[in-house]
């Protein structure tokens, strides 16, 4: 549908690589609207909260494909993957810090 045109959908990689994930299958049910993956990388993070992700542990879903995403998007590609984990890391700590 013509309103769809401008429409994306953005995730982490770590949804579109999960086997048990047919996040394309569902979309392409719905129309043909484009599946973006944010590369995001925490191996090297130093909060053992956000190295699950690598592990699999940690299912993403709250929207943090489609903010880094919209973030490099806005800066034209000047942000990093590594930028982003960084910013990640401070905003986890200070989460973390606050229950």
Do not use: H
């Amino acid at each position: 549908p013509e309103i769809l045109c401008n429409v994306a959908i953005g995730t982490t990689r770590w949804i579109i690589q999960d086997s048990s994930s047919d996040i394309r299958g569902i979309v392409a049910q719905i129309s043909n609207v484009p599946v973006l993956a944010a590369d995001l990388d925490f191996k090297s993070s130093k909060l053992s909260g956000l190295k699950a992700y690598e592990t699999g542990i940690v299912k993403e879903g709250v929207g943090a494909g489609g903010a880094s995403i919209a973030a490099m998007a806005k800066l034209s590609g000047a942000i990093t993957k590594n930028m982003l984990l960084r910013e990640i890391e401070k905003n986890y700590e200070l989460l973390m810090t606050k229950r």
